[in-house]
């Protein structure tokens, strides 16, 4: 898989290891600045405003890194229930 890597130039291993940093550093519920209008894959329009969101609708996780959050491509998807 290639690497992730954030708008800081921060490198993660995957998708995963992006919610695994945000949640190490207890900032997955920290509010998104801009919260980001997400066209799931479940065919849900979800509003991520947490830097880790959960769709409710089919559970894929979506995470981004706090020096990332103010732009929307950096976004994640880490996997269904992560
Ligand atoms: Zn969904």
């Known amino acids: 898989m290639d690497k992730v890597v954030s708008k800081c130039g921060c ?5 995963q290891a992006v919610a695994d ?5 207890g900032m997955d519920k920290h509010p998104m600045p801009n919260p980001a209008t997400i066209a799931c894959e479940c065919g849900h329009t979800i509003v991520m405003d947490t830097l880790v969101y959960k769709c409710p609708h089919c559970k894929m996780t979506y995470a ?3 020096c990332s959050c ?4 950096y976004i994640v998807k880490a996997g269904i229930d992560y």
């Open 11 to 15: 490198e993660f291993e995957s998708n």
């Open 21 to 25: 940093r945000v949640r190490a550093k």
């Open 64 to 66: 981004i890194t706090p």
């Open 70 to 73: 103010d732009d929307h491509r």
